[in-house]
């Protein structure tokens, strides 16, 4: 088992990071708001979590132990699995997540994509009396005219200010492909994330 990782980032991509640790590079997938911590050639430590399956082993990397633990525990709910569960801390913070569990609050968590109702309903069952009050360590995701902004918005922030861009720079690119979210269906965050570059790029 691998707890935690020390290194100098030697990359940053739009899902996960490499740490160099000992002439080694170690992959580890990260939600956009770990990577956005992240700066290339910089020292690092990030807990971990293994996940280790009959043909392949993956790193997972987090921002603190509030987080890892949280990670980990999401994956003891059934039909939570690693994606999922990494998927849940990218469109809410911990804090959101405990307050969601705790206060039912069915809506908060379909927000994460491939959760319906009846799997917020079960992840509310099965974690409601385990998973704990909000500490106040992490920050609320930043609201908007009194509302919090879309998961998409968050993440491709997040994925665009990790690669090494300003937040205002960010904030032009996402006006850019806004249109583009808008269309019907569920954000393809990863496409919003690829067309925000370009239009960066083209700047």
Known sequence: M???????????????AVVEVGGVGLELNCTPGTLASLRTGAP??????????????????????????????????????????????????????????TTEDVKALTRVPGIGQKGAQRIILELKDRIGAPTGTTPQRPAAAGAEPP???????????????????????????????????????????RAALRSLSRA
């Not at 707890?3 to 996960?16: I, K, Y």
């Not at 009959?54 to 690693?82: C, R, Y």
């Open 44 to 101: 690092a430590t990030l807990p971990t979590s293994m996940i280790v399956r009959e043909d392949s082993m993956t790193l997972f990397g987090f921002l603190d132990e509030d987080e890892k633990g949280l990670f980990e525990m999401l994956l003891t709910a059934s039909g939570v699995g690693p994606k999922l569960a990494q998927a849940m801390l990218a469109v809410l913070s911990p804090d959101d997540l405990r307050r969601a569990v």
């Open 151 to 193: 998961a998409w918005r968050t993440q491709v922030h997040a994925g665009l200010v990790g690669l090494g861009w300003s937040a205002k720079e960010a904030e032009k690119a996402l006006d850019v492909v806004a249109p583009q979210a808008e269309e019907p269906g569920e954000p393809d965050v990863a496409a919003l994330l």
């Open 2 to 16: 691998i707890a935690f990782v020390r290194g100098t980032v030697s990359d940053v991509s739009l899902t996960s």
